[in-house]
Structure formats: C-alpha cells, structure tokens
C-alpha cells in the first residue's frame, strides 16, 4: 500500500512538472516570436538591437534545449527517450553556448539601459552594439567548446546525463558558472543600482522656483499651504520597480542553477530537473519583463492589435525596419559632437511614424 502511494505521489509530481514544463515552452515561443514582432515594428526605439538579440537568443533556446529537456530529462516524469552519445554531445554544447549567451545578453541589455538614461549624451564613450554582441557570442562560443572536453556519455545502462549540470563539463563547471552567472549578476546589479540612484536623486531634488511669484494673502489657508504633505512618499519609489524586477527576476531563476553547477555532481543530479526548468522559466519571462514594461513597445502592441482587427485593416499604417536604420545600429552611435537638447531628435515624432503633430510647433 505505502508502495502504491510512493508511486502515485511519484506520477502525480511527474505529471505537474511536464505540465508546466509544456506551458513554459509554450510561452517561451509565442512571447519571444511576438515580441520579436513588435520591436521590429517599432521605431526609434533605442535598445532595439539588445531586444532583437535576446528574442532570438530565447527563441533558440526554445526550439532546442527545452524540447529535449521536455523529451530526454531525467526523473521526475519529464520524458524518457535515451540520447546516444553524439546527440548528448550535442546536447552539452547548446545549452553550455546558449545558456551564457542569455545572461550575458541580458547584462548587456541592462548596460545599454545604463548608458542611454545616465549618459544620454555621450554615445561616443561606450562600444558600439555589434561589438558587444560579438564578444558576448565570442564567450558563449568558448564555453559551449569546453562541454565538450568533458567525460563522455555513460553506457546504455546508466543515465546518459547529457545536461551541464551532470558531467556536461567535468572540471570546467566553476569557470563556466563564474563567466555564466557570477559576471552578468554584477553586471546587471551594477548597472540597474546605478539607474535607481539617479532615479533617486532626481526625485530628492526640489523643484525650480516660478519664474513670477504672485502676491499672496496672509490668511490662514496661504500660511498652511506652505506645509508638508501629512503622508511624505518614498521619493524614486516608482523609479525602482524596473531594477527591483530585473534583478529579482535574473536573482531567481539563474541563481539556483548557477549554485548547482557548484555543488558536486551527485547532489546535483537530484536536483537537476527541478533547477533546469526553474532556469528555462527565464526564457518566459523576458518578453514581458523587457518588453511590456516600456512604453513604445505596449504603444506598438496596442496599434498591430488594432491593425489585426478586421475593422480597422484599411485604416492602419504598418512600420518596419529598414536595411539602413539596422546597419545604422550594428555600427553604433556617430562619432561627432553631442547633439544639444534642442538639435536631439523629438522621440513623439519618431514614435508617430513622422507625422506632424497636430498641435503648432510654438505650442
């Protein structure tokens, strides 16, 4: 009796652990293809290259890794198949080469995120775009080859443990969590505690005097309005609820696994398919935590699902991504001189599709 309800509590976890596996994947491939859509169909939108990267990036991961956690992942319950040794092979690489170049992409998202709210004005001191990428590429590269300098894949009669985790990089694992998880966290933890604390100053900073002070009475109410408020706020409250997400989000996810690939390998094949979908989650969570967060994007979303309407079809016009406006952002910022605030171009205006406002320009 004590064998049969081991068994069934066993099939019940199993069976709730491939559910939510599927409807991970399932979110994972429609929220990074939708996103990938919007952006693409969004113009003037400054770290449009970061987000491209990482949808694609997601979008890997989800046609490649998360099936074959779905399909050959071990106990409990989330698939059976037995993979033979080139395919474990395989296996290794992709997720020791896209796992990293997640973070690092993500890191790199919040870095560029740091540069245009903190040094708007200065785009000649940072890389341009495509050399970052290029390097994040260059070290996701690196650490999917040393997967496969590990020890093979176990004989039939054994689990073939083709994760990293489990024998995927042998003595390789603290190198690969360092670059992996430790470097994007500092990253990021960096960069977004920077943006919270000029947040947080603009907030704490009073406000400019009128230029014309009216005369005002000497009655009670004149002397009480000169008050503080009776329930003081938080200043930069608002400001920190992006940061506290990203890190939070990145904190939770990739931490644990990034602590299993610490732990020896036993105690972490106990826990490797638990960890590995907690991981993939990340995948789910970035189109909307990187993409409906900002403002153009929900814009975006709001006028193609107005446009996919069959009552508004004729009366919308789509934008798209030139070749040009693209190559533009592979090469980076111009080296010229800073433009001043009155020769930077009107965000309103690009985010209009170039339309004149329909208010006077004095106005």
Known sequence: MANTTGLNATEIAGSVGLILAVLVEVGALLGNGALLVVVLRTPGLQDALYLVHLCIVDLLAAASIMPLGLLAAPPPGLGGVRLGPEPCRAARFLSAALLPACTLGVAALGLARY???????????????????????????LLGAL??????????????????LVGGLGPFRPLWALLAFALPALLLLGAYSSIFLVARRAALRPPRPARVSRLRSDSLDSRLSFLPPLRPRLPGGKAALAPALAVGQFAACWLPYGCACLAPAARAAEAEAAVTWVAYSAFAA???LYGLLQRPIRLTLGRLTRCALPRTLGTCTLHAWQPRALLQRLQGPPQGPALGPSEAPDPARELAGGQSPSMPEAT
């Not at 540069?115 to 590269?141: D, E, K, N, Y």
């Not at 590990?150 to 004989?155: E, S």
């Open 115 to 141: 540069r245009f709210i903190v040094h708007p004005l200065r785009p000649g001191l940072w890389p341009p775009p495509g050399l970052v990428l290029t390097a994040v590429w260059a070290v996701a590269g």
């Open 147 to 164: 997967s496969l300098l590990g020890p093979p894949p176990a004989p039939p009669p054994a689990p073939a443990r083709c994760s990293v």
């Open 286 to 288: 970035h189109p909307f």
